[in-house]
């Protein structure tokens, strides 16, 4: 490859950097052309890039910035994927995948600014969408409110059916005295 490949290949590897927000490390050894691309076809789908890349040249494009630690997750034949915003689609997606292909790995990455390993990825990618985990965050806030809120409701509530109570007996014992 020459030099001004070379410098083509980190300075695209810059951009895809600034543009995204999370960076995933995987492990492809194994993997087939095909298989290859139907995940990135997937990745794609769900909002990432995935890219092949050569370590040296990766490293050189993550110098100088906070990600440059996911180097120590670069071993063996590596795929860097690329994803903005939200990397909780495409973790699913690739963890879907490696459930089906043993031969794709979580090495590493950069998720929501800090340096994760492959088994924090893995973990990542079986929670729950963030949409039920602020749902059940605000079902457990709101539990206890609605349960005092209950409980203060019934005071009232059995005082007035005691008295109605008491009133009906009273309708229906006050006629048979006269």
Do not use: C
């Amino acid at each position: 490859m020459r030099r001004d490949e070379k410098e083509q290949i980190v300075g695209d590897l810059h951009q895809s950097l600034d543009a995204a927000d999370n960076l995933i490390i995987s492990g492809y050894s194994g993997l087939t052309v095909k298989d290859i691309t139907e995940l990135r076809r997937t990745i794609t789908e769900v909002g990432g890039r995935m890219r092949v890349a050569k370590k040296t040249l990766l490293l050189r494009a993550l110098e100088g910035r906070d990600e440059a630690v996911t180097a120590e997750y670069m071993e063996g034949p590596i795929a860097v994927t690329f994803v903005s915003g939200d990397p909780m689609p495409v973790l699913k997606s690739m963890s879907a995948f490696a459930r089906t292909h043993e031969h794709l790995e979580f090495k590493g990455g950069w998720i929501e600014g800090q340096s994760v390993n492959g088994d924090q990825l893995v973990e990542i990618a079986s929670l729950p969408p963030r949409d039920e985990l602020l749902a059940r965050l605000l079902a457990s806030i709101q539990a206890p409110l609605s349960q005092l809120v209950s409980t203060l409701q019934a005071v009232p509530r059995d005082l007035v059916l005691t008295l109605q109570a008491l009133s009906e007996q009273r309708a229906g014992a006050a006629p048979a005295e006269a």
